[in-house]
Each structure stands twice: as structure tokens, then as C-alpha cells.
């Protein structure tokens, strides 16, 4: 046998070697598999009991806070930032104890002088001592929150910010709220409350557009409702109520992607019947023109506040404030709200 063919056939010896091997290593390769396969099984029938009441419970927790929040299976989150919870004293972590701190709800309308033959002069406060009496609240330590922070920190315990909480609320959406107030509390870091109406009040009237409005919200303002028209609710029937109660929320909602967790009465006028419809259209709820300091042990659809009225000094305001605390005669009313 020559040299050749000794050479030919040790190759054809170590090819079938090499083929042995490689049909060794992958049989036991598939060994290997179906082991891995025979246990995840077993393990998967040890695990497939029932989910126990509290993970199923925690399961329902969550996709109910999703809906609380905007959320759905198919749909999209129609709030713009997590600070406007739609449930904002209800829903959420809790922080901490719940607070305990009375806050002043102040209430204002127009910010401009009034005008010759005003009906309320004592509703428009004008812009230098509005300006004045916001830097003398923040002097005194004050700092100004919105009703769903000061609702969060009640039920939560949600932190506040640094200093005495107060907030700074203004009714019916005058343009001026936005063109002098929205300033004079921007540069002192602060947000308001707008409790917006939806009619009867148009721009060429001294009334919000709805881009100025947007605006405010887009300055982290908090949007609320008088409801429709500033209608007396407590003269309405059903119908006409529940239009001015429900469907006011629903629609600034709508137009806005704001949760409207808020109601404020007009000029105050509430019984148990407009009460009971408040709470029927999801509010958490609404504020009176009853002077006082809201707390987190009364009624939250009953909320006091003080009527800031025009030629009120900066020293004025803060003795008034403290004055309500303790239960002081109020000043005389002008009306309005």
C-alpha cells in the first residue's frame, strides 16, 4: 500500500471520529434540554395555585387607582401632571400622618380698581395692594398652596411647602387674574386657584378666553368650577342643577385635562339638595364665602373662606386672617362670590 492511500485512509478514520463525536455531543445536548423542560414543568405545576386574596386584592387596589387617575385598558391619561390627581385627597402613597394644620382660604375677584358705578366696589382690589398684601402674607411666613395639595397633606400626609399654608383663590375667571395676579404670585413662586365659570362672563366682558385660561393651568394653577353660569343653585330644579353641578365638571375637564376636584358655590348659596348633587358628581369638595380658616376636622363641602375686599391694607389682611382663627366678628360682606 503506498503512501497515498495510507494518508486516505487515516483521513477517512478521523472524519468518522469527528462525526461520532458531534452525534455524541448533541445527543447529549438534547438530553440536557428535555431535563430543563421536565423541570420547568414540574415547577410550573407546583406554582399554578390560586393568587392568594391579598395579591388579588393589591391587583384590584392598583387598577382601581388607574382608574382614578385617568387610566384605563385601552384609553389615555387625560391629566397633565401627577400633582393634579383626580382623587387627590383619597388616592395615592401615603406620606406620613395625615396633617393637622388649618390653612386660610382667601377669595378674590377682580384685580383692577373699580370702575365708576361698580355694583361691588368692595370686589376689585387693585393691582399695587394686591401685590402688597401677597408680599406681606410671605413676610409674615405664609406660602401658598392649592386645595388638592392642602387635601393631600390632610389624608396623606403629602408634604407642604416650607411655611404657613394658605390659599389663594379667586371666583368667576376675570382676565385680570391672569394679567395682574398670575405675576405678582409667580415671582413669589406661588400658584392660585381658579374657580372657573363656563358662561356669563365673556372676554369681551373682562372674562378668561379659553387660551388665557389654558395659561393659567400651564403656570400649575388649579382649575375648579362655579359651574356654569354663576346661577343661583339653590333655586333650581333637577334638571337645571345637575347641569350646573355635573355637567360644569365634565366639560371644564373636557376642555382643559384638569380632575375639577372642586366646587365653590355661587355667592355661597348651598342647601342639602345642592349638596347632595356636589357629591353625586365627584367633587371631593367645595367652599363657602363663610369667613373662617378650613380644617381637616369639618365638613369638606362646607369649607370657609375670607372675601379679600378693596382698600384692605397689608396689615389689615393679616389681622383679618388671624382674626377668623379665633372666631372674630367678620367684616361686613359686599356681596358677590
Not at 190 to 209: K, Y
Not at 220 to 238: R, V, Y
Not at 292 to 315: I, K, Q
Amino acid at each position: 500500500m503506498d503512501i497515498d492511500q495510507r494518508r486516505a485512509r487515516r483521513e477517512a478514520r478521523l472524519s468518522e471520529r469527528s462525526r461520532r463525536r458531534k452525534r455524541g455531543l448533541a445527543a447529549v445536548a438534547i438530553l440536557a434540554i428535555l431535563a430543563l423542560l421536565a423541570v420547568s414543568l414540574v415547577s410550573s405545576r407546583g406554582s399554578s395555585k390560586p393568587r392568594s386574596r391579598s395579591a388579588s386584592s393589591a391587583l384590584a387596589g392598583l387598577d382601581a387607582g388607574a382608574r382614578a387617575n385617568g387610566h384605563s385598558g385601552g384609553g389615555r391619561h387625560t391629566t397633565r401632571s401627577s400633582s393634579r390627581d383626580t382623587n387627590a385627597g383619597t388616592a395615592g402613597t401615603r406620606h406620613g400622618s395625615p396633617g393637622t394644620e388649618a390653612v386660610p382660604i382667601l377669595m378674590y375677584h377682580v384685580i383692577n380698581p373699580p370702575p365708576t358705578g361698580a355694583k361691588f366696589p368692595g370686589l376689585y382690589v387693585a393691582p399695587e395692594e394686591f401685590a402688597a398684601q401677597m408680599q406681606a402674607l410671605a413676610r409674615a411666613g405664609f406660602h401658598a398652596v392649592t386645595m388638592d395639595q392642602m387635601l393631600a397633606n390632610w389624608t396623606r400626609g403629602t408634604p407642604l411647602p416650607k411655611g404657613k399654608p394658605v390659599v389663594v383663590s379667586f371666583d368667576n375667571g376675570y382676565q385680570s387674574q391672569l394679567t395682574q395676579a398670575l405675576p405678582v404670585l409667580r415671582r413669589l413662586g406661588w400658584v392660585g386657584v381658579e374657580n372657573i365659570q363656563l358662561t356669563g362672563l365673556p372676554p369681551s366682558q373682562g372674562g378668561l378666553s379659553a387660551r388665557q385660561t389654558e395659561q393659567l393651568v400651564s403656570e400649575g394653577w388649579e382649575l375648579d368650577t362655579q359651574g356654569i353660569s354663576h346661577a343661583d343653585l339653590i333655586t333650581l330644579g333637577s334638571g337645571a342643577l345637575r347641569e350646573q353641578v355635573a355637567l360644569a365638571r365634565e366639560e371644564v375637564r373636557r376642555r382643559y385635562h384638569v380632575p375639577v376636584n372642586w366646587f365653590c358655590y355661587p355667592s355661597g348659596h348651598y342647601n342639602a339638595t345642592v349638596l347632595a348633587e356636589v357629591k353625586a358628581a365627584g367633587y371631593v369638595g367645595s367652599t363657602t364665602v363663610v369667613p373662617g380658616w378650613a380644617n381637616p376636622t369639618e365638613d369638606p363641602y362646607r369649607l370657609p373662606r375670607l372675601r379679600v375686599l378693596g382698600g384692605t391694607s397689608p396689615g389689615a389682611l393679616l389681622a383679618e386672617i388671624a382674626a377668623i382663627r379665633s372666631n372674630a366678628p367678620p367684616p361686613a360682606s359686599y356681596g358677590g362670590g
